[in-house]
T-cell receptor, first 109, second 113 residues
């Protein structure tokens, strides 16, 4: 069926380290892959997205890579800061948008 | 420019009671969505709408109904609430379906006793 798997479910890093979250998807027809950040008690907000015609996209300290052959994509956060602590969701478009289960990132000062 | 708003923010129901959640957006988006968020399960699509007067089922539609009488509003109804419907409900809207950023409302925390 249509699904998105996300790993790890929790991730703890020291401030300044890098964090990587990985997602795999099941439908090779998917062509849009957004990442959302959700702070505690707040709404999810888009932080970066990538379309299938590119392999990598960067925005300051965050980047996303896409491997369409392997059907996986990853979020990379460099020089992590305490304010990066949140739950991160990946998603992929099937008939509808399907979200991963989320990764709780904790950045320790 | 309020974006996406939801009412109420919190609600407690008894099993069997009914309620309606209201979502409103001022971005003139055609597409609107209702999700539920449960611990460890991400966001799951309940129903969505591709325009005024049209609705469709998502991944987990059972026990819910929706209506979109006006382009800016999307209502989610629970006719007979069950404890399994205890969740946080998010409304979202987008310009394009499946190809564009979804803008989320602040969420409604619903508890069914």
């Amino acid at each position: 069926g249509e699904n998105v798997e996300q790993h790890p479910s929790t991730l703890s890093v020291q401030e300044g380290d890098s964090a990587v979250i990985k997602c795999t998807y099941s439908d090779s027809a998917s062509n849009y892959f957004p990442w959302y950040k959700q702070e505690l008690g707040k709404r999810p907000q888009l932080i970066i997205d990538i379309r299938s015609n590119v392999g990598e996209k960067k925005d300051q300290r965050i980047a996303v890579t896409l491997n369409k052959t392997a059907k996986h994509f990853s979020l990379h956060i460099t020089e992590t800061q305490p304010e990066d602590s949140a739950v991160y969701f990946c998603a992929a478009n099937f008939a509808d948008m399907r979200f991963g289960a989320g990764t709780r990132l904790t950045v320790k000062p | 420019n309020a974006g996406v708003t939801q009412t109420p923010k919190f609600r407690v129901l008894k099993t069997g009671q009914s309620m309606t959640l209201l979502c409103a957006q001022d971005m003139n988006h055609e597409y609107m969505y209702w999700y539920r968020q449960d611990p460890g399960m991400g966001l799951r699509l309940i129903h969505y709408s591709v325009g005024e007067g049209t609705t469709a089922k998502g991944e987990v539609p059972d026990g819910y109904n929706v209506s979109r009488l006006k382009k800016q509003n999307f209502l989610l109804g629970l006719e007979s609430a069950a404890p399994s419907q205890t969740s946080v409900y998010f409304c979202a809207s987008s310009f394009d379906r499946g190809q564009d950023e979804q803008f989320f409302g602040p969420g409604t925390r619903l508890t069914v006793l």
